[in-house]
Structures are given as structure tokens and as C-alpha cells.
């Protein structure tokens, strides 16, 4: 089995502050880990992804998560935060191994973005 | 290349009515899934096929919902008869790996 938590459902940072969003996993089996963002009226798109390779990773817009797996955690962040970055960030996990491929979200997380 | 399209973007239907949502994967895709997000939830998994055939279908909340996906292109998620506890945001994605999966813009359903 698996989870995800996403720590606080709601974060405000101040445009050109640093974004912290929290992400906790569990997993029986190494996982895969995701971040996706959803912008306001559009899909889901993936911010960047964790396959077993560097545990820092880099995704797209500045963002990037180091997985920690003493901590069981996969924490997203941006050095400065940008107007275009308010949106709902999604944590998910998928195993690594087998069929079963299917995504475990958490629960989301809308960032604000204050001028 | 273009990306995971789903139809309609919005449905209002009355229960007891009957609807069908409409996945179009990216081409060459042989993965499709179907997650569903009600409001205030998690968006939680509904099923996978790998072409036409269901992988798995463990996340299917009750026998109201069929899936189908022929010929291993697009697929239909059929809810009959619908419930209020249906509405929700259906999204729909696809893989040619394991490692990412391409999101549609999703279906928002409203059962009144």
C-alpha cells in the first residue's frame, strides 16, 4: 500500500520568496514520485519526477524536490516565487516495480502568490 | 504531438441519467488511465488499460461505471445510472512508460 501528505492545503508567499510545499510518502516498495501542477481551468501537468536516479531533481519553471528517503519525503521548492507559479500542486507516488502503475495522489495544495 | 483531449469539458445531467465520458490518448500510447477527483478529495484512480485490455480496475467504485477502451485507442467511461455522488472531475492520462503519465484537461461532471 501507499500514501501520500501533502502538508497544508493552502500557501501564500510573497512574489520573489522562496516556495516550500511538503510532501510525505509511503511506500512498501521503492517508489516513483511525481509533482504535478494544475493551473486554473487546465490539466494536470508534471512539474518533474523521481525514478530512482539523482535524489535532487529538476523540473520545469525553476522548480525542483529532493527525495530523502530517511525522511520519506519528496518536498517541493523555488527559490523565488513568480505571479505565473499560483496554481494547485499536486504529490504523487507509483511503484517502481510491476504492473501497477497507477498514481497515489495526496490531497493538493493551492499556492498564492501575493504581489 | 498533440495531447491527451477528453469530451465533454463539462456535463450537467439529472440523476438516474446516464453519461459518457470520451478519452483520447496520445498517439502510440499503449496506457490509459482514468482518476476522478470529488470536490475537496484526493484525485483517486478508477482503472488502466494496457491497449484494450483492463490491467487493472481495482479503483472502479461500483458496477454504475463501465469502461471500455476498443481497439486500444480511445476509451469511454460510461456512468449509468448516474448519482449525485458521481460529480466529480474525471481526468483521463496515458503513458508509453512507466515513469510519466500525460494528464487531459479533464471532465467536470455535475449530477443534480
Known amino acids: 500500500a501507499q500514501s501520500v501528505t501533502q502538508l497544508g492545503s493552502h500557501v501564500s508567499v510573497s512574489e520573489g520568496a522562496l516556495v516550500l510545499l511538503r510532501c510525505n510518502y509511503s511506500s512498501s516498495v521503492p517508489p516513483y514520485l511525481f509533482w504535478y501542477v494544475q493551473y486554473p481551468n487546465q490539466g494536470l501537468q508534471l512539474l518533474l519526477k523521481?525514478?530512482?536516479?539523482?535524489?535532487l531533481v529538476k523540473g520545469i519553471n525553476g522548480f525542483e524536490a529532493e527525495f530523502k528517503k530517511s525522511e520519506t519525503s519528496f518536498h517541493l521548492t523555488k527559490p523565488s516565487a513568480h505571479m505565473s507559479d499560483a496554481a494547485e500542486y499536486f504529490c504523487?507516488?507509483?511503484?517502481?516495480?510491476?504492473?501497477?502503475?497507477?498514481?497515489?495522489f495526496g490531497s493538493g495544495t493551492q499556492l498564492t502568490v501575493l504581489p | 504531438e498533440a495531447g491527451v483531449t477528453q469530451f465533454p469539458s463539462h456535463s450537467v445531467i439529472e440523476k438516474g441519467q446516464t453519461v459518457t465520458l470520451r478519452c483520447d490518448p496520445i498517439?502510440?500510447?499503449?496506457?490509459l488511465y482514468w482518476y476522478r477527483r470529488v470536490m475537496g478529495k484526493e484525485i483517486k484512480f478508477l482503472l488502466h488499460f494496457v491497449k484494450e485490455s483492463k490491467q487493472d480496475e481495482s479503483g472502479m467504485p461500483n458496477n454504475r461505471f463501465l469502461a471500455e477502451r476498443t481497439g486500444g485507442t480511445y476509451s469511454t467511461l460510461k456512468v449509468q445510472p448516474a448519482e449525485l455522488e458521481d460529480s466529480g472531475v474525471y481526468f483521463c492520462a496515458s503513458s508509453r512508460t512507466a515513469y510519466e503519465q500525460y494528464f487531459g484537461p479533464g471532465t467536470r461532471l455535475t449530477v443534480t
Open positions: 523521481y525514478t530512482s536516479a539523482a535524489t
Open positions: 498517439s502510440g500510447h499503449d496506457n
Open positions: 504523487a507516488v507509483s511503484h517502481s516495480s510491476g504492473s501497477a502503475r497507477q498514481l497515489t
